[in-house]
């Protein structure tokens, strides 16, 4: 089955770090842009926000300004693996985080919550 | 950063009506757009691409248009599972932008 799965959320102190990480299965993701995107939770959910992306060879990538200096985007093609390193994390960072394949495919994301 | 005005914020609709978002971009972004639906608990789907192609497998009641800053995505005769959360998405500057969503709900 073609699909993206994230794992590595749970519940962080403020100022501690967190890895996700997103599976690739039933496709190679190294011939792919990937991008992260995130949604604070609430009432209906929040909106969508965009976190980061790297090109397909893990050559460049881009952040927001909320994260630039604190995440890392980065990919291990061998492993079919996409991640986000997450350092100096904040309550505002609290989120359902996605990964996706360019935006056609998305995984079912992965919860991060920032709380003392 | 470009900011993505999409309206209404939220709609009423009911079954078979025809339905119609709107984004306006503080740039023009030529036909970088595509629409979204996100339904409680989901991933978001991704309707329409270059702002005016319909994504593979997607019903031909969805359509988009528009180019530069004014883009709209219209539901011709709205479907029960047609109910939920549109999102517009920039792809032509990062930081890529979303519109703040229009949350469409039953009549």
């Known amino acids: 089955e073609v699909q993206l799965v994230e794992s590595g959320g749970g519940l962080v102190q403020p100022g501690g770090s967190l890895r996700l990480s997103c599976a690739a299965s039933?496709?190679?993701?190294?011939?792919?842009?990937m991008h992260w995107v995130r949604q604070a939770p609430g009432k209906g959910g929040k909106g969508l926000v965009w976190?980061?992306?790297?090109?397909?060879?893990?050559?460049?990538?881009t952040y927001a300004d909320s994260v630039k200096g604190r995440f890392t985007i980065s990919r291990d093609n061998a492993k079919n693996t996409l991640y986000l390193q997450m350092n100096s994390l904040r309550a505002d960072d609290t989120a359902v985080y996605f990964c996706?394949?360019?935006?056609?495919?998305w995984g079912q994301g992965t919860l991060v919550t920032v709380s003392s | 950063d470009i900011q993505m005005t999409q309206s209404p914020s939220s709609l009423s609709a009911s079954v078979g009506d025809r339905v119609t978002i709107t984004c306006r971009a503080s740039?023009?972004?030529?036909?970088?757009l595509g629409w979204f639906q996100q339904k409680p608990g989901k991933a978001p789907k991704r309707l329409i691409y270059?702002?005016?192609s319909l994504q593979s497998g997607v019903p031909s009641r969805f359509s988009g248009s528009g180019s530069g800053t004014e883009f709209t995505l219209t539901i011709s005769s709205l479907q029960p599972e047609d109910f939920a959360t549109y999102y517009c998405?920039?792809?032509?500057?990062?930081?890529?932008?979303f519109g703040q969503g229009t949350k469409l709900d039953i009549k």
């Open positions: 976190v980061s992306r790297i090109n397909s060879d893990g050559s460049t990538t």
């Open positions: 996706t394949r360019e935006f056609a495919m």
């Open positions: 039933g496709f190679t993701l190294s011939g792919y842009w």
């Open positions: 740039q023009g972004l030529g036909t970088d």
């Open positions: 270059g702002a005016s």
């Open positions: 998405l920039q792809h032509n500057t990062y930081p890529y932008t």
